[in-house]
């Protein structure tokens, strides 16, 4: 009897410290409201030209950990992190010396972390705003998670994350919008918080401009959430298009193949998780998807990348309002070396 007693104890340890993890995430879930202030990191108050063309560069830069070498275990690879901290620098320092080159009006960046384990704890909003002198910067957090402990045999552990919107403009307002749609317990305890991060520019002529930072769902079985997310976009869109059409720019990481048009440039076969944008979402709202149909924004991460042999498609691109003029979108074929996605370009006119 002594012995199945200690034998009990022994069976509940790992029980109870389970729990008590639970107890622990449950209790630190990060729950923001559904609409924010973003966080102003820099505010220089350089005012917006509008007599010129305005450029727009959105890209995910994977937390400076997903280069080519990399894989990811939700992917169906096996690496949760990046390779090292000196190949996280060096990956940041590629993205931040295109950054300097190409020299944008505009950036909406994707995946930036703040202080997670998959990136050795590097806050790379510190290295952007410091290696892009100039820019206005506002970010907001999508991912707060105490830690995350899949995989099992190398957990990804703690992540604070978020995205980020940089503009040699200053902004007159920058707001997060949480998305709708959850994921089933446990595991929204340890998924993004979805949201847009919504900026207002004053214009000349009375209007704004209105830019729109975005990173959907991924992962939802069936696409279910992405569905919902969409449907509150577009209401979104239209509720702030029609009332003063006001110009506005929707860009970024759409985790969606973002036409049915691109589905025969699908390189490689296509993983469970790749969805296709709905044409509703134009239709409903006026707007027009662009995008550059000769680059391909994301590889699959089941394996380091081999041109030709993982699965490669085009997810990241811009939504526009019919009032501005598109005069350009260009992808940036960088051969995926510092990220899983590459950055695409958009020029606009009023």
Known sequence: MKYLKWLLML????VVAFCAFMLYIVVTDYRPDWVEDSDSIIRNGKPLDVSKSLEITTFNIGYAGLDKGQDFFMDGGSMSRSASEEQTSKNLNGIVNFFKAKKSDFYFIQEVDIDASRSYNMNELDVLTSMLPGYN???????KAK???VPWHNPMGAAESGMATFSRADYDTSKRYQLPGAEPIPKRYFDLKRYIMENHYKLNNGKELILINVHLSAYDKGGEIRAVQIEWLSKHLQDIYKKDKNYVVVGGDWNHIVSEKL???????MPEWVAVLPETLSEQTGFRMVYDDKVNTVRNNDKPYVKGENFECIIDGFLVSPNLKVLQV???????EYSDHQPVSIQIGF
């Open 330 to 336: 260009k992808g940036t074929d960088m051969n995926f």
């Open 263 to 269: 589905e025969s440039k699908i390189v490689g076969e």
């Open 11 to 14: 069976l509940l340890i790992p």
């Open 147 to 149: 830690w995350v402990p």
């Open 137 to 143: 910067a506002s970010f907001a957090y999508n991912y």
